[in-house]
T-cell receptor, first 117, second 113 residues
Framework: AQSVTQPDIHITVSEGASLELRCNYS??????LFWYVQSPGQGLQLLLKYFSGDTLVQGIKGFEAEFKRSQSSFNLRKPSVHWSDAAEYFCAVGVGAVKTSYDKVIFGPGTSLSVIP | DTAVSQTPKYLVTQMGNDKSIKCEQNLGHDTMYWYKQDSKKFLKIMFSYNNKELIINETVPNRFSPKSPDKAHLNLHINSLELGDSAVYFCASSRERYGNTIYFGEGSWLTVV
């Protein structure tokens, strides 16, 4: 069955510290992977995505993620966290009946990030 | 202009009522979606439409009826509201059905009392 897990429900970091949010997926076909961010009371904004090619992808707001097929992981990183990064982060995988593409996105349970000034 | 817009943003209603949430996208996309985010922030797809045609229906109670009058609009009507329907409902769109980034609206917070 297709699924996305995010082992950390809640993470607290100090401003300026580095950040890594973990994501593991289970999907039998080519994974199309995403990270979205949801600020309090807001909708979801796409941070970055991986479809193919370079396994290290750069996103907006200084975020990057690395796809590791052997570990079925797509961890999100940022070298220096800002207070405005406090939000809910969702990892997601695109799935569908067509193995070479996807027509819907399945989300992980989310990781809540708190930033200490 | 907001790319995917939903109204209302907040809705408080009593059990048993019927309510609708409207969604419009001005991106020229062919595909639109409704997602539900429950109290634990878990997001799950409910429906997807492609060029006004229903293509995904994820075992949602038939009290929920989506309607797409044209490909820029996807409305969600909910009959006989129950306490468990309290959630945030997100509308989203993508350029085409397959392999395209999904863009989300800002959500509609529904509270059933």
């Amino acid at each position: 069955a297709q699924s996305v897990t995010q082992p950390d429900i809640h993470i607290t970091v100090s401003e300026g510290a580095s950040l890594e949010l973990r994501c593991n997926y289970s999907y039998g076909a080519t994974p199309y992977l995403f990270w979205y961010v949801q600020s309090p009371g807001q909708g979801l904004q796409l941070l970055l995505k991986y479809f193919s090619g370079d396994t290290l992808v750069q996103g907006i707001k200084g975020f990057e993620a690395e796809f590791k097929r052997s570990q079925s992981s797509f961890n999100l990183r940022k070298p220096s966290v800002h207070w405005s990064d406090a939000a809910e982060y969702f990892c997601a995988v695109g799935v569908g009946a067509v193995k070479t593409s996807y027509d819907k996105v399945i989300f992980g349970p989310g990781t809540s990030l708190s930033v200490i000034p | 202009d907001t790319a995917v817009s939903q109204t209302p943003k907040y809705l408080v209603t009593q059990m048993g009522n019927d309510k609708s949430i409207k969604c419009e996208q001005n991106l020229g996309h062919d595909t639109m979606y409704w997602y539900k985010q429950d109290s634990k922030k878990f997001l799950k797809i409910m429906f997807s439409y492609n060029n006004k045609e229903l293509i995904i229906n994820e075992t949602v109670p038939n009290r929920f009826s989506p309607k797409s009058p044209d490909k820029a609009h996807l409305n969600l009507h909910i009959n006989s509201l129950e306490l468990g329907d309290s959630a945030v409902y997100f509308c989203a769109s993508s350029r085409e059905r397959y392999g395209n980034t999904i863009y989300f609206g800002e959500g509609s917070w529904l509270t059933v009392v």
